[in-house]
T-cell receptor
Framework: GQNIDQPTEMTATEGAIVQINCTYQTSGFNGLFWYQQHAGEAPTFLSYNVLDGLEEKGRFSSFLSRSKGYSYLLLKELQMKDSASYLCAAMDSNYQLIWGAGTKLIIKP | SQTIHQWPATLVQPVGSPLSLECTVEGTSNPNLYWYRQAAGRGLQLLFYSVGIGQISSEVPQNLSASRPQDRQFILSSKKLLLSDSGFYLC?????????????FGNGTRLTVT
């Protein structure tokens, strides 16, 4: 079957670095997406990886290893506004998204 | 880029009452459209998707239905709501023209069934 796993909750300190991991199993693969979702709001797109390696976008980076079925989202210089849920989603061979349950990130001052 | 409108933003409905949620999209023609539901503290569950007018695919059997009467309009309905229908309903469409374009979401409708 198709499956996505990511931690339920993580806590980090303002100014620090945090890495949110995601493992996936899909029938075929057409890319891995990360979304940010603040409480009570809709998800917003953060990053997309389809090739192995690291993609950097300012304070946020996303990594993919297709052979390991593994991705992570790296957040640097954490700010209080980064407190949110981070959703991992893998796209299968039919271009359908398989969603993880999300990782709630709590930032402490 | 497209804009997705959803309404209402919040809704409280009694068990057994009907439901109609509307989504309209601006800025693109013949988009793929999606209805998702997110239960409290849970991931996104795909309910329906549509590749064109009158074309609806259902992902999860339930008491909900969807219709696409116009190119940029997608409606989610129910004849009789259940308590388990409570959740955050999101309409989405791809942000670009390729199959692997990231989805953009409307602001969502928070439905509470009492």
């Amino acid at each position: 079957g198709q499956n996505i796993d990511q931690p339920t909750e993580m806590t980090a300190t303002e100014g620090a670095i945090v890495q949110i991991n995601c493992t996936y199993q899909t029938s075929g693969f057409n890319g891995l997406f990360w979304y940010q979702q603040h409480a009570g709001e809709a998800p917003t797109f953060l990053s997309y990886n389809v090739l192995d390696g690291l993609e950097e976008k300012g304070r946020f980076s996303s990594f993919l290893s297709r052979s390991k079925g593994y991705s992570y989202l790296l957040l640097k210089e954490l700010q209080m506004k980064d407190s949110a849920s981070y959703l991992c989603a893998a796209m299968d061979s039919n271009y359908q998204l398989i969603w993880g349950a999300g990782t709630k990130l709590i930032i402490k001052p | 880029s497209q804009t997705i409108h959803q309404w209402p933003a919040t809704l409280v409905q009694p068990v057994g009452s009907p439901l109609s949620l509307e989504c309209t999209v601006e800025g693109t023609s013949n988009p793929n459209l999606y209805w998702y539901r997110q239960a409290a503290g849970r991931g996104l569950q795909l309910l329906f998707y549509s590749v064109g007018i009158g074309q609806i695919s259902s992902e999860v059997p339930q008491n909900l239905s969807a219709s696409r009467p116009q190119d940029r309009q997608f409606i989610l309905s129910s004849k009789k709501l259940l308590l388990s229908d409570s959740g955050f309903y999101l309409c989405a469409c791809p942000g670009g023209g390729s199959d692997n374009s990231p989805l953009h979401f409307g602001n969502g409708t928070r439905l509470t069934v009492t």
